[in-house]
């Protein structure tokens, strides 16, 4: 069974097996969770996202996509790194929000991976509202099937995102459905 947590802080400090990455399709480099991940981790995650764009996204790593490299100097094995969608008011793009969570998810159960932190994807740069993004993320992990990770852990930079995130999970309960 999957536990899910919410701690408010920066995803970089996490002490966990696996980091998701909020990045966008070029893999090298952005602001937000991108820069702080990448400034924290050292050069040694840029050349792997490099060799990953050699070798299997040469044209960019599509949304809603998720693909794993070293966590660099970060105190995590692996950054899984996925690309959210940017919010549209006029287009329902959820769908690929839910993507993000159910590969990174995935990825990281591939990997073997017992602790996994996410950010608060594309609720950044990207634009998605809050409160949506919080009801996703949280909807897609309690129904993704993770064996053999324990823990999910939503990392909150703020306190408005924390709160957003708490309801969410107070409206879809705590546990995963038995099975
Ligand atoms: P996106 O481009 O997918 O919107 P961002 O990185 O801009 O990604 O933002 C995603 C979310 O992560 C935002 O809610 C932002 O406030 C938050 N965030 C930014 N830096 C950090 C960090 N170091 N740790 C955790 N969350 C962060």
Not at 94 to 104: G, H, I, K
Not at 147 to 158: G, I, K, T, Y
Request: with cysteine; net charge negative; glycine share 12%.
């Amino acid at each position: 069974m999957t536990a899910i947590t919410l701690v408010q802080g920066d995803i970089t400090r996490q002490q966990v097996d696996a980091i998701v990455n909020a990045a966008n399709s070029s893999l090298l480099g952005g602001g937000g969770v991108d820069g702080a991940i990448h400034r924290r981790g050292g050069p040694g995650i840029l050349e792997a996202c490099r060799e990953l764009r050699a070798s299997h996204y040469a044209e960019g790593l599509p949304t809603g996509r998720a693909a794993a490299t070293t966590a660099g100097e970060l105190d995590a094995r692996w950054v899984i790194h996925t690309v959210g969608p940017v919010w549209s008011g006029t287009e329902d793009r959820s769908a690929l929000l839910v993507s993000c969570y159910r590969e990174a998810l995935r990825v990281a159960a591939d990997l073997g991976a017992k602790t996994v932190a996410f950010p608060a994807i594309s609720t950044g740069i990207y634009g998605w509202p809050m409160d949506d993004g919080a009801r996703i993320a949280v909807r897609t992990v309690r129904e993704a099937v993770a064996d053999p990770v324990e823990e999910v852990r939503f990392v909150l930079f703020d306190h408005y995102a924390y709160g957003e995130f708490a309801e969410a999970l107070a409206a879809e309960g705590p546990e995963a459905p038995p099975g």
